[in-house]
């Protein structure tokens, strides 16, 4: 099975794990399994203190640990020029960073703030683009990007607001991406999760409502898990997509399908 997805000692960078339920910690536990070599980044001692416990108390091992705040060009050039050094190839990156002040969730859509919309745009979906210009030189052997999405970045949820516009700018970057990229043989994809318990979903009001009517409308009649969501990101990463890119690419239980 390792030999199909070809994911053994390949340079993968994980972006995003704060604490057991994040959905980077799902990915990790998959491409650990797959026999990856993980490099996590997280953004504050916070995050870095969960991070340390819950790998002395699991099997994932992390080849680094390195501090990478996405609001900062200086701060993603440098930890990619610590990564290109230590690593010389990075084969991988799994980006599972997002957030938005949470006066921008609660209030009105259309009383969106300048601020909040352009740092919601800055963290969700620019960080992206940032990213892979930083990790390109690296990426020689080429190689695979993931981000997280979520359903609200094409249909309105209630809630969801500024979170959706960056999420509908962070699909775009997806595959104006996909496509340039696409010549060096990296390919550019976004997993559209289901809604998942984390911490960055606590910040969305109406959370509760999208879980239980998930369990009740969706084809698979129950939410997804982080593992599944896990599983899906090391296929992408994996030989076994070799031939998809600029995909949104839905672990759902289905709910995207519906019409009504
Ligand atoms: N939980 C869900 O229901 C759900 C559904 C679909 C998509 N997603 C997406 O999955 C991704 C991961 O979220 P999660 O639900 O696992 O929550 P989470 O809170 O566990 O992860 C979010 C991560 O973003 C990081 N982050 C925020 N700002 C950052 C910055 N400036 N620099 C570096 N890191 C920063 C946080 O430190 C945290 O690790 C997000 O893109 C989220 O929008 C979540």
């Known amino acids: 099975m390792k030999d199909l997805l070809q994911l053994k ?39 870095y203190k ?40 990075v084969h991988g990156i799994v980006h599972s960073i997002a957030f938005a002040h949470a006066e921008d969730l609660k209030g009105k859509f259309v009383e969106t703030s300048r601020d909040g919309f352009a740092f919601a745009q800055d963290t969700s979906a620019y960080s992206l683009i940032a990213v892979a210009n930083a990790a390109k030189p690296y990426m020689s052997e080429g190689g695979s990007i993931i981000a997280m999405s979520y359903l609200g970045a094409e249909r309105v949820v209630k809630g969801y607001n500024v979170m959706g516009v960056a999420k509908a700018s962070l699909e775009a970057s997806v595959k104006y991406l996909a496509t340039e990229l696409g010549e060096d043989n990296i390919r550019v994809n976004a997993i559209s999760a289901g809604a998942i318990r984390t911490l960055a979903a606590k910040g969305v009001p109406s959370f509760n409502d999208v879980l239980t009517r998930i369990e009740q409308e969706s084809p698979l009649k129950r939410n997804v898990t982080k593992e599944e969501v896990g599983d899906m990101t090391m296929a992408m990463m994996s030989h076994l997509s070799r031939g998809v890119t600029g995909e949104i690419i839905y672990v759902d239980s289905g709910y995207n399908i519906l019409g009504i």
Do not use: H, P
């Not at 091992?61 to 990564?83: G, H, M, P, R, Y």
């Open 9 to 47: 000692d390949k340079n993968i960078v994980i972006m995003g794990v704060a604490n057991e339920r994040s959905i980077a910690w799902g990915v990790a536990e998959s491409l650990y399994n797959a026999g990856a070599n993980l490099i996590f980044t997280y953004r504050k001692e916070r995050s």
């Open 50 to 89: 969960k991070l340390s416990k819950l790998l002395e108390n699991s099997t994932v091992d992390a080849k680094a640990v390195l501090q990478c705040d996405v609001n900062s060009d200086e701060s993603i050039k440098e930890t990619f020029a610590t990564i290109g050094k230590d690593f010389g190839v």
